[in-house]
């Protein structure tokens, strides 16, 4: 492996300008295809396999005319002084409805004095807008036209505002990006002491998440990847792209000073640090693209997404970046989880201030109302969503059922209300609006859905139940995400730990990586938990609301931090393995390797919590969320662990370290991570002269602690 990443690397440095001219060229081929590509679809929360996702379907076939997938947005008017039925601020709320009626796309409005859609007290009311497309299919002048509507409509006497997917996104820039891009800067002119050797990182990371970004536009709509994929994947990209070129860039300027020209110094940086570099970024791509095990295509969305701009940000760290430097050569040489609603905006967001009108003036439930669906007679097979009727003439016994469901639910405490039954046009099938007591996000409403999924409420009402919503639909994902984690884990450390076998050829490293890495997601987990879940530091890191951890952010952080502890074990464990292998004893290469590599691992680390942090600036909670919950993992990991626990341990182990039972060492393939090859010559005396160390040692005969 390093023989055949050297040969790459003195080539591309060789012929650097064609190098750099064929990734240009990529870039500016992503960017037109990009420009033609339509747009993103909205995030896919389906989730096969569940009961939420079951009575979705049957809704759809049963009743086509409520279109579950179109966008919507609640419209709430709250009196500031007397009541909504007042014959003037009637009258304004009667012209709004029939304005928002009017507007482009909209199929429906409801009319919130039809539907009794007031509140006891009779202060505020909210009527339901339904459009006729989705809400990535929504266009820009049905947005602007529902917010000029609700603008012209709020007054000093009425307070006019809207929730939902149809309301325009806040508009927000790249501020959160920038101000982690300036802050890896800073790290990497502080550790490189060149402006042009500090730039070169940025660059190559900048142009790595660029194809990336634009290859998921073009692939958005005929793979169906949704909107909040280019983040996080651009999230992920900067963070490694970094770090990679980082650690490539740092052995080539050691290598300068060690007395190499140019082309060797840049095989020899690609042939040791680029095969950390390559089987780093492969642990990071096993953990992203075992996401897919979990059965949620959101969540294999972005796991794939991410793991391209990885495998991005590998090529680039062993092509472009040799090729660059060929550039810049003199101066270098100087865990409750839910889904996020609109209870998690910001205050100052009109979905915000819309959801606490609703809870103040119908209660916290009416935010999240639950659907049931009810078919007679059918409570014997949960997994056919096909008609359970007699064709046209409809089931008449539905009705009845629908009717004894809903009286059965309406006498329960945890219920606020429910709405009557509406039969479909085949008369098989019921739906019911039923309204929990309690929030979307609360475990009594949770425990309020178990409840009605139960068996034994089920055959009571002889008829077959169904419960779907957004708050249903949490309680499935929440359920089988925790099913998901054991597989998960198990495939993901266990495919890494026979890699870092190979890496280290060693059992002992391994084992260790493995159980450093567990330590640090406990520590990520806990700190998102302390922070987003129980308020801890809420109002400086911006969390206005606490409360339930967004659904795949534990599972999304436990493979991306896998991938990233993997990282700094590679980097920093390669150099004092290479020490090792090159005759020094157990304990030297311990504070050699530490020596080469504790200035650059800090770094890396810096760089990519700077990165990571600065998405706690971002108005999406799953960004702001996972942005902090890898800081914080990363931060522990790369400085608690690796840099503290690591070689503590190794010291400790000894020459027992890196001891590999033989058949075991017979078994595993030589991918000779260190460069032994190198340093004895076999590129026809490019890299001839050694590293000082003993050529015995380096043909493998180890030294005896």
């Known amino acids: 492996m390093a023989t055949l990443l050297s040969r790459l690397g003195r080539f591309s440095f060789r012929r650097r300008r064609l190098v750099a001219l064929l990734w240009l060229a990529l870039l500016v081929g992503a960017a037109v295809l990009a420009g033609r590509a339509p ?4 995030n896919d ?6 009961e939420a996702q079951q009575a979705y379907d049957l809704l759809e076939q049963s009743f086509p005319e409520l279109n579950a997938d179109g966008a919507a947005a609640r419209v709430v008017f709250r009196a500031e002084d007397g009541k909504v039925t007042d014959a003037a601020t009637r009258g304004a709320i009667e012209d709004t409805v029939r304005a928002l009626g009017d507007g482009p796309q909209v199929v429906r409005v409801t009319d919130p004095f039809a539907t009794r859609s007031v509140s006891e007290d009779g202060t505020t009311a909210y009527a339901q807008v339904s459009y006729a497309v989705s809400a990535a299919e929504l266009e820009e002048d049905s947005r602007t036209a529902l917010q000029e509507t609700v603008e012209r409509a709020a007054s000093p006497e009425l307070s006019v505002e ?3 997917n149809a309301v325009s996104a806040m508009p927000g820039g790249h501020s959160s990006e920038a101000v982690g891009l300036a802050v890896a800067a800073v790290v990497l002119v502080v550790t490189f002491g060149s402006l042009l050797a500090a730039g070169l ?7 790595g998440v660029g194809v990336g970004a634009l290859a998921i536009k073009v692939l958005a709509a005929p793979l169906g990847l949704g909107a909040t994929t280019t983040s996080l994947a651009v999230m992920i990209g900067l963070a490694v792209g970094i770090d990679y070129a980082l650690f490539v860039v740092s ?3 050691a290598e300068l000073a060690r007395g190499r020209d140019g082309t060797q110094a840049a095989g020899h940086a690609v042939g040791t640090a680029g095969s950390a570099v390559v089987f780093a970024g492969l642990t990071v791509v096993i953990a992203l693209a075992g996401l897919s095990v979990v059965g949620i295509p959101m969540l294999t969305q972005m796991g794939l997404a991410a793991a391209g701009t990885v495998v991005l940000a590998v090529l680039i760290a062993v092509t472009l970046v040799p090729a660059l430097l060929g550039v810049v050569a003199l101066p270098a040489a100087s865990l409750e989880t839910g889904l996020p609603g609109d209870d998690s905006k910001p205050v100052s967001t009109t979905q915000r201030r819309a959801y606490d009108l609703i809870a103040d003036g119908f209660g916290p439930g009416y935010n999240g109302p639950l659907t049931v669906v009810v078919q007679a007679g059918d409570t014997g097979d949960t997994g056919d969503t096909g008609d359970s009727g007699d064709g046209d003439g409809g089931d008449p016994g539905a009705a009845r059922a629908a009717e004894e469901v809903a009286g059965r639910i309406d006498g329960r405490d945890d219920v606020s209300a429910v709405g009557p039954p509406r039969l479909s046009a085949s008369g098989d099938t019921a739906v019911l609006n039923v309204v929990p007591a309690a929030s979307p996000g609360s475990t009594e409403t949770t ?8 068996p034994e409420f089920e055959r009571a009402s002889d008829a077959r139940v169904l419960v779907t919503g957004t708050t249903a639909m949490n309680a499935d994902v929440s359920q089988k995400l925790s099913d998901a984690l054991p597989p998960y884990l198990a495939l993901v450390v266990g495919l890494a ?7 280290f050829r060693s059992l002992l490293v391994p084992l260790k990586a493995a159980l450093g890495f567990l330590l640090s997601v406990l520590a990520g987990l806990g700190a998102v938990v302390a922070v987003f879940q129980w308020g801890w530091l809420g109002s400086v890191l911006g969390v206005t609301e606490p409360g339930p951890i ?19 074990e590679v980097f920093l464990v390669t150099r004092m393995r290479e020490a090792y292998v090159h005759g020094r004893s157990p304990k030297e290469s311990v504070v050699s390797g530490f020596e080469h590599s504790a200035r650059v691992v800090t770094a890396a680390a810096v760089v990519m919590v700077s990165v990571f942090a600065a998405f706690l600036g971002s108005e999406e909670q799953i960004l702001k969320t996972i942005g902090f919950g890898l800081a914080a993992a990363v931060l522990f990991d790369a400085f608690v662990v690796r840099m503290t626990l690591v070689p503590a341990v190794l010291a400790l182990l000894g020459r027992s370290a890196w001891w590999l039972p033989r058949r075991v060492d017979r078994l595993v393939p030589d991918l000779d991570i260190e460069g032994e090859r190198l340093g004895r010559g076999a590129h026809g005396g490019d890299d001839a002269a050694s590293d000082g160390e003993s050529v015995g040692a380096a043909a493998g005969r180890l030294p005896v602690n």
């Open 45 to 50: 929360f389906s989730m096969p396999g569940t």
């Open 550 to 568: 967004v659904s795949i952010m534990p599972i999304f952080m436990v493979g991306v931090v896998f991938g990233l502890a993997m990282d700094y």
């Open 201 to 207: 990182p940025l660059l190559t990371a900048l142009l």
């Open 447 to 454: 425990d309020l859905v178990h409840a009605l999924r139960d």
């Open 162 to 164: 809207a929730g939902g």
């Open 39 to 42: 747009a993103a679809p909205p």
């Open 497 to 503: 730990f026979l890699l870092l076998i190979a890496v």
């Open 251 to 253: 052995r080539y300027r």
